[in-house]
């Protein structure tokens, strides 16, 4: 993990931040995508594992490091694909080998299915494409819950942590994990403000998504991607996959 080290890069006018391991085995690089609400850090163990990769493992907006999206944007899954898709040129890479982690997998599956030329393979761990609206009545639902969310989160101060301690059970009561992975994210997830420590998640990351595509769409949308897909289940499995 010590050959992992962190970047910013401005592309318009975004400033994006993650780590990258610099492999050099003539392969296209390796561009991960990380799940809802961690960051680019918890790529940095298969960093490791696959030293001779070229490993970018962006924090996406809104995560990490990075830069949060603009007052009054929302955080559309969709957004990311062109956001990606000019860090790509930044970095003048015609082609990847495209690794996403839940969130980051749907992500991935939108990039691949959008930009075929530009994705040789696609591994998904925890994810099979965005997360579908159960019928047309759900249309009206989650538009709804969307607008009531974004008047909420809009009076929401952050929280503060008095410590690292309290971040960290903070973060193991809303996804369990260990110590050792909770640790791993921390350090981009946390910023020291007055009195203690503070997410640098941008608040509107958990905001119900006011548009969601339905099973159909999304279906037709796996169907047409072209590249070789292996997808990595856990055991058990996660529920929102059930």
């Not at 994006?16 to 609400?37: F, N, R, S, Y």
């Not at 709804?144 to 989160?153: E, I, K, P, S, T």
């Not at 008095?162 to 946390?190: E, G, V, W």
């Amino acid at each position: 993990m010590s050959r992992a080290h962190g970047w910013h890069r401005q592309v318009g006018d975004f400033v994006w931040a993650g780590l990258q391991h610099d492999g050099g085995d003539g392969q296209p690089p390796v561009l991960a995508l990380h799940g809802w609400l961690d960051n680019a850090a918890s790529f940095a163990p298969l960093m490791a594992s696959l030293p001779q990769r070229h490993w970018c493992a962006p924090d996406l907006p809104g995560h990490g490091e990075s830069a949060h999206r603009p007052t009054g944007s929302w955080y559309h899954f969709i957004d990311n694909v062109s956001d990606l898709l000019a860090l790509l040129d930044a970095m003048a890479w015609p082609q990847v080998d495209l690794v996403g982690h839940s969130m980051g997998g749907a992500i991935a599956t939108l990039l691949a299915a959008a930009a075929p030329e530009r994705v040789r393979s696609l591994v998904l761990l925890e994810a099979l494409g965005p997360l579908a609206r159960q019928d047309d009545a759900g249309f009206v639902q989650d538009l709804r819950r969307g607008m009531a969310d974004r008047l909420r989160v809009s009076d929401k101060q952050p929280r503060v942590h008095a410590s690292i301690a309290s971040a960290r059970r903070a973060r193991q009561a809303a996804t369990p994990m260990s110590d050792h992975a909770t640790d791993l994210l921390l350090d981009r997830a946390l910023q020291a403000v007055e009195g203690g420590f503070t997410w640098r998640t941008d608040p509107r990351l958990t905001l119900a998504t006011p548009v969601r595509a339905s099973e159909t769409q999304i279906l037709a949308m796996l169907a047409v991607i072209e590249c070789p897909t292996l997808i990595v289940l856990a055991d058990p499995a996660t529920p929102y996959l059930d």
